[in-house]
């Protein structure tokens, strides 16, 4: 069982920046950042391999987000930099404790994080 608990959410003006983050219990595992919108369906945000050699994100993200781990730490962190008010939604860490290479496919996580909100105003 991998427990999973983010924090870093919160209230920004367009333009600012967030860092999340989510500690998760055990190995190193493949881990991703996640996002709902109200209304709308979950979409990828962010991956990163175990080692943190690997990352992928999504078309919208890049430029702006940044994900990264630390392993000593058992951490991962997303730096959201440049944020706009479609932004604003629920975003989620989640675990691949079987998937062994980074990857946007969240039918691969099998451990979710509560969530922590995150709100950009105009």
């Known amino acids: 069982q991998v427990q999973l608990v983010e924090s870093g959410g919160g209230l920004v003006q367009a333009g600012g920046s967030l860092r999340l983050s989510c500690v998760a219990s055990?190995?190193?595992?493949?881990m991703g950042w996640f996002r709902q919108a109200p209304g709308k369906e979950r979409e990828f945000v962010a991956t990163i391999s175990t080692s943190g050699d690997n990352t992928v994100y999504a078309d919208s993200m890049k430029g702006r987000f940044a994900i990264s781990r630390d392993n000593a730490k058992n951490t991962m962190y997303l730096q959201m930099n440049s944020l706009k008010p479609e932004d604003t939604a629920v975003y989620y860490c989640?675990?691949?404790?079987?998937?062994?290479?980074?990857?946007?496919?969240?039918?691969?996580?099998?451990?979710w994080g509560q969530g922590t909100q995150v709100t950009v105003s105009s």
């Open positions: 055990g190995r190193p595992y493949v």
């Open positions: 989640a675990v691949s404790s079987w998937y062994a290479a980074a990857t946007a496919r969240s039918s691969r996580y099998d451990y």
